[in-house]
Antibody, heavy 124, light 108 residues
Framework: QVQLAQSGAEVKKPGASVKVSCKAS????????LHWVRQAPGQGLEWMGI????????MYAQKFQGRVTMTRDTSTDTVYMELSSLTSEDTAIYYC?????????????????WGQGTLVTVSS | EIVLTQSPGTLSLSPGERATLSCRASQSVSSSYLAWYQQKPGQAPRLLIY???SRATGIPDRFTGSGSGTDFTLTISSLEPEDFAVYYCQQYGSSSYTFGQGTKLEIK
């Protein structure tokens, strides 16, 4: 069965960086796009960007450009999201999620599988 | 960027009642690209409806999605205790994804 297993909770100080991982299993890693979506406490969902697991190419939401880096490792079927220059407003649960688009053709319009989420707390 | 506005913010109903949740877009959305999710406390969102009206795998038929253009609706025909949660609509377009702010469905 499809699973997206994320790394554990993180506590960071303002100005630091955080790197969260998401290991995929149960399907062919390079066949489906993976995304990062975050949710601040008590708030809604915010799309951050997309990774093409096959080519390694990425696209980020404008809000996060310059501060986020998404990568993948095809040897371990894992994608990573690194966010730098953290502030308290980055305190959130970070989810990886999959879309069923055809890699190289279309991203896919909806998220069919989600990781369990990783809580990132930014506090001095 | 397309903005999705959900209403009401909170809906208080009893089990067995019918729930109607609304999602309005700031500009027209392709029906193929509109989805609904359910989120329970401490859990990741779960895909309920895709393509505005198609139920995802394993979703009971009491959940129905409808609408087109800028107005979309999620209807739960007869509420079960496990349906009380937060619901989000989501659209895809112009190389971006956006979500509504959510509707909390609570037990009256």
């Amino acid at each position: 069965q499809v699973q997206l297993a994320q790394s554990g909770a993180e506590v960071k100080k303002p100005g630091a960086s955080v790197k969260v991982s998401c290991k995929a299993s149960g399907y062919t890693f390079t066949s489906f796009y993976l995304h990062w979506v975050r949710q601040a406490p008590g708030q809604g969902l915010e799309w951050m960007g997309i990774v093409n697991p096959s080519a390694g190419s990425t696209m980020y939401a404008q809000k996060f450009q310059g501060r986020v880096t998404m990568t993948r490792d095809t040897s371990t079927d894992t994608v990573y999201m690194e966010l730098s220059s953290l502030t308290s407003e980055d305190t959130a649960i970070y989810y990886c999620a999959r879309t069923r688009g055809v890699v190289g053709v279309t991203w896919g319009p909806n998220f069919d599988y989600w990781g369990q989420g990783t809580l990132v707390t930014v506090s001095s | 960027e397309i903005v999705l506005t959900q209403s009401p913010g909170t809906l208080s109903l009893s089990p067995g009642e019918r729930a109607t949740l609304s999602c309005r877009a700031s500009q027209s959305v392709s029906s193929s690209y509109l989805a609904w999710y359910q989120q329970k406390p401490g859990q990741a969102p779960r895909l309920l409806i895709y393509g505005a009206s198609s139920r995802a795998t394993g979703i009971p038929d009491r959940f129905t999605g409808s609408g087109s253009g800028t107005d979309f609706t999620l209807t739960i025909s007869s509420l079960e205790p496990e349906d009380f949660a937060v619901y989000y609509c989501q659209q895809y377009g112009s190389s971006s994804y956006t979500f509504g702010q959510g509707t909390k469905l609570e037990i009256k």
